[in-house]
């Protein structure tokens, strides 16, 4: 059949026909017929970009949409059927797709806000957050008043983790649209994120009102209920979730970590045991496994999970990959038989895979090299509220000689209380930290001019380590927290003291190792500590040993010294007391290692009380740990009149308890081998005279200790800042 003899208007109206009845397949066929005969005919073009799309053949779709948009860019309803095909593309989750069709048909609609949104979307679905933010700016240009573009702007900002200001923008799309669940979803997000737990709670408990279908809003509630404390609340947000779609596997991390953080760690175990029968292709399942193994206390099962999640993506700076392998070094701090050098080289491999590369962003200083000027020294941490650091933090703070040093907080904590409020008191600038990407606070700390940069986190949670890495001021330190290298070649220095390192140890440090004249630390008590009472063996006729250890810190080693001690006196018992045993199970397990060497269940008293010197009231002698030894609760033990058996081992985790005891002027009680610590531990559970002596006065001797001189500390700190910057002024032009 000739062109001349084809009637094009007759073959679109059957076209209509077959469309209206639902049949495409028959649609599609004539729109092909006609374009064989008219390669350029408009209305065939777009009804073949329309039908493809509705037979979820996109890509074909796409090819006429380009072919029709190039005969006749001004068709009616062409963007009906373009976003047509844009939203075929999103549900399936085609989302390169997306984003090169909607990057080519903004060339045609450079004006038409929805275009540049269908773009924002396709590159914050494939984690491409800074590109995102343009278009979705020029999408708001557009169409300022969008909630729909208001709503994505927020959410492409929540990734970049800049809350505060996604906020803003979910907000104003509320005011518009306020029954928008996925607003009230976003905006929910960014609060939890930014600690406005309660706010998070309420907007995402909105959102589930409005549609309680959504299995991801309860995931979310879940969340935010784990973020404010209410363990158990977020375990039956994770359980709704998985009910409505039990192949949302995405949830089962969270319950993980849920049941871990409630206590229930064997029913955490055995969930997470469970999801890798459903998939071992999520590495968010397997870290949260590792980390629910390592709370058990299976170091090794914990070390091969984290090593399984790491396995699962290649980038360097990725902060998943990176809390994983903070995870992953913490198991090897921990571990009773790896030697020091196979555990610094992990932490050698942290420093090439995740801090190396950023030493292309280092930049020259400008701050004045004066060695006697006032220093600008900046401690950065999140324990800027009631945290176990602030008896350490605080009095060194208070104790700064302003005329010496201009105190700067970068702080993160991850919420505010009355602690923080004091600690606003101490600092000269307060700058909060929680809202600001790693490139922002470096940048942040160069413009302050800060001389001297303090580490107080190490590898622990809410640490800025990647901040660090990016050398934002001439010198920089790491200090208190962790107890050990931070694994990082941008920063210059390990401050600590003599007894915490060995002659040979400058090998296991990515830092310079820096004695202070005295110990490491300065100690202020709780003022709420109860008060000094006798000895409990005298009320129990037993003589209590006893440790407030986390469980990672009671291995087979340090059971089996513990087990032998038990054994050479059977008049004795043996208080385990932390977080960690919460879980009658747990207790259960822990107690049964003792029961393989005959220790009667009877004589173990494991659990959980609070708070810590009610239960120290009760114990006569306590027990150090090791490898890595235990922390605060070995000074707060001294407070109470108990001495401790500490065994020296590697540096610097392996020599906490010797720091304590040559500080307190007890080094007696430091033990070189496992045998002599046993010996040291039974001699003095025999030396009940001692012990009387020992309840009384050991506060006292430790009251006028250098691990409570306070002025002494600072002082001693500030020459130590004071000493470093000296030789960074001497050195080389950076």
Not at 157 to 169: G, K, N, Q, W
Not at 491 to 516: G, Q, R
Request: with cysteine.
């Amino acid at each position: 059949m000739s062109k001349s003899s084809f009637d094009a208007r007759k073959a679109m109206r059957e076209v209509n026909k077959h469309f209206d009845a639902g049949a495409l397949p028959e649609a599609k066929q004539v729109c092909l017929n006609i374009i064989r005969h008219f390669p350029r005919h408009p209305d065939a073009l777009y009804a073949l970009a329309r039908i493809c799309g509705d037979l979820n053949q996109c890509d074909e779709g796409v090819q006429y949409l380009k072919l029709a948009f190039d005969v006749m860019p001004h068709f009616p309803d062409n963007r009906k059927i373009a976003f047509g095909i844009f939203n075929k593309y999103l549900l399936s989750k085609q989302y390169a797709q997306l984003e090169e069709v909607s990057l080519w048909l903004s060339k045609y609609l450079p004006r038409d806000g929805i275009v540049w949104d269908y773009l924002g979307v396709a590159r914050i679905e494939q984690a491409k957050f800074p590109e995102a933010l343009t278009v979705l700016t020029k999408a708001l240009e557009l169409l300022p008043t969008n909630p729909h573009v208001l709503v994505n702007m927020g959410n492409v900002l929540i990734s970049l983790e800049r809350c505060a200001d996604a906020i803003v923008y979910l907000e104003k799309a509320l005011a518009i649209q306020p029954t928008m669940v996925v607003g009230l979803n976003n905006l929910g997000n960014a609060m939890r994120f930014i600690g406005r737990t309660e706010e998070a709670i309420e907007n995402i408990s909105k959102a589930i009102q409005l549609d309680p279908s959504l299995p991801y809003l309860f995931n979310n509630l879940g969340l935010a209920y784990r973020e404010h404390g209410m363990y158990s609340f977020a375990i039956l947000q994770y359980r709704h979730a998985l009910e409505l779609q039990p192949e949302l596997l995405q949830v089962y991390p969270n319950l993980i970590d849920a049941l871990r953080q409630n206590g229930q760690v064997q029913e955490s175990i055995e969930c997470g045991q469970h999801a890798l029968t459903l998939t071992q292709d999520i590495p968010e399942i397997w870290a949260a496994y590792g980390d629910t193994l390592r709370e058990a206390n299976h170091l090794d099962a914990a070390i091969e999970a984290y090593i399984k999640a790491l396995s699962f993506r290649e980038d360097g700076q990725s902060s998943f990959n990176r809390k994983i392998y903070t995870n992953l070094l913490f198991c090897l701090n921990y571990h009773p038989d790896l030697t020091p050098e196979v555990i610094y080289n992990a932490y050698h491999e942290f420093d090439l895979r995740f801090a190396a590369p950023l030493k292309a962003q280092w930049k020259k200083f400008e701050n004045a090299r004066i060695p006697g000027k006032r220093l600008k020294v900046g401690y950065v941490t999140q324990a800027f509220y009631n945290h176990v650091c602030k008896y350490f933090l605080l009095p060194l703070l208070e104790g700064h000689d302003k005329e010496q040093v201009e105190v700067y907080a970068y702080a993160n904590p991850p919420f505010e209380d009355d602690v923080t409020a004091y600690y606003k008191k101490q600092i000269d600038h307060w700058v909060p930290t929680r809202d600001m990407t790693d490139d922002v606070l470096a940048d942040r700390i160069r413009a302050d001019g800060i001389d001297i940069l303090v580490d107080v986190a190490g590898h622990t949670n809410g640490n800025r380590l990647p901040v660090f890495a990016r050398k934002p001021a001439p010198v920089s330190l790491h200090w208190l927290e962790y107890g050990y290298t931070t694994g990082l070649s941008a920063i210059d220095y390990y401050l600590t003291d003599k007894p915490t390192i060995t002659d040979n140890c400058a090998h296991l440090f990515a830092e310079k190792v820096w004695c202070l004249d005295g110990p490491a630390y300065v100690y202020r008590p709780d003022t709420r500590r109860a008060e000094l009472g006798p000895p409990p063996f005298e009320s129990t006729g037993v003589v209590t040993f006893g440790s407030l250890s986390r469980s990672t810190r009671i291995n087979h080693r340090v059971v089996r010294v513990w087990a032998t001690i038990l054994d050479a006196m059977p008049n004795s018992q043996l208080i385990i007391n932390s977080g960690d045993f919460k879980d009658p199970q747990v207790q259960d397990e822990m107690a049964s290692r003792f029961m393989r060497y005959g220790i009667d269940r009877s004589r173990l008293l494991i659990g959980f009380s609070t708070p810590s010197w009610e239960v120290l009231k009760h114990i006569d002698i306590g027990l150090d740990c090791f490898p890595h030894n235990s922390g605060t609760t070995l000074l707060e033990s001294l407070y109470m009149g108990i001495p401790f058996i500490s065994l020296t081992d590697r540096p610097s985790v392996g020599r906490i308890g010797a720091s304590i005891l040559t500080a307190a002027g007890h080094e007696e009680w430091i033990a070189n081998t496992e045998d002599e610590y046993a010996q040291k531990a039974i001699i003095l559970g025999h030396d009940l005279d001692t012990l009387r002596h020992l309840r009384g006065s050991l506060r006292t001797e430790m009251e006028q200790s250098l691990l409570m001189d306070e002025p002494a500390f600072a002082r001693s700190v500030e020459k130590a800042y004071r000493q470093m910057w000296n030789i960074y002024c001497e050195g080389p032009e950076q």
